[in-house]
């Protein structure tokens, strides 16, 4: 099982940006997925989450300038980045609780986290 992320770079302040990131191996469910952050010199934060059944959750520091949605059929998520700031940049990481094989009952019946390695996003103002 892996995840992995895609779509960072570097971007000037106020324009748009998409990451990606998509789950793949032997996976019975994916039950939420999470975007995290982590900039310079400071803690990983969660940016945003989705539940399989849509509901959604943001950092107040992205409400109204980020979105995130899933693409169940396809395993994937996906975090669409408005208004970018130079305070956004960091390497976004991608996390899921998924249902899968080969990690273990826990992993098998309930599900555990797995994460993905990282996509840099850097903000110039």
């Known amino acids: 099982v892996q995840l992995v992320e895609s779509g960072g770079g570097v971007v000037q302040a106020g324009v748009s940006l998409r990451l990606s990131c998509t789950a793949s191996?032997?996976?019975?469910?994916?039950?939420?997925m999470t975007w995290y952050r982590q900039g310079p010199g400071k803690q990983r934060e969660l940016v945003a989450n989705?539940?399989?059944?849509?509901?959604?959750n943001y950092a107040d520091s992205v409400k109204g300038r980020f979105t995130i949605s899933r693409d169940n059929a396809k395993n994937t998520v996906y975090l669409e980045m408005n208004s970018l700031k130079p305070e956004d940049t960091a390497v976004y990481y991608c996390?899921?609780?998924?249902?899968?094989?080969?990690?273990?009952?826990?992993?098998?019946?309930?599900?555990?986290?797995?994460w993905g390695n990282g996509t840099l996003v850097t903000v110039s103002s």
């Open positions: 996390s899921a609780n998924m249902r899968a094989d080969g990690w273990g009952d826990r992993a098998r019946y309930y599900g555990i986290d797995f």
């Open positions: 191996g032997s996976i019975f469910k994916i039950n939420y």
């Open positions: 989705i539940t399989d059944g849509g509901r959604t």
